[in-house]
């Protein structure tokens, strides 16, 4: 079941299509699975309030909201996404993160079994 999420202005869009929202001031850059990428006149904490955690994003940082199904990797205070970034995990949420990622894979990987 796909969700939609309203971003601003009359921009929907689904969780499902986004890899991860990037911080601009007071916008917000979308990055879609496919590669493309949309600016939104909307703050990336509204963004968070809307969506929240329930839809399978996390925020590592103040700069981005990130999609689990996108994350390969977490070691080290970072995260390495399917296109080869890294991102720094905040000292703050870095325990928090640890969990929800090694949980997100225990389950990942007893579904592939």
């Given amino acids: 079941m796909k969700t939609a999420i309203k971003v601003g202005g009359r921009t929907k869009l689904f969780s499902e299509d986004v890899a991860y929202f990037e911080a ?16 939104v006149a909307t703050t990336i904490g509204q963004i968070h309030e809307r969506i ?14 990130i999609n689990l199904q996108f994350v390969n990797n977490y070691q ?8 080869n970034m890294k991102v720094n995990v905040s000292r703050r949420r870095k325990k928090r993160l640890s969990r929800i ?8 990987t007893q579904s592939n079994a």
């Fill in 24 to 39: 601009n001031i007071n916008y917000t850059i979308i990055h879609y699975y496919q590669g493309q990428n949309k600016i």
């Fill in 52 to 65: 929240g955690e329930e839809c399978g994003f996390i925020r590592p940082n103040r700069a981005y909201l």
């Fill in 76 to 83: 080290l205070g970072e995260l390495l996404l399917q296109n």
């Fill in 101 to 108: 990622v090694k949980s997100f894979f225990e389950q990942k």
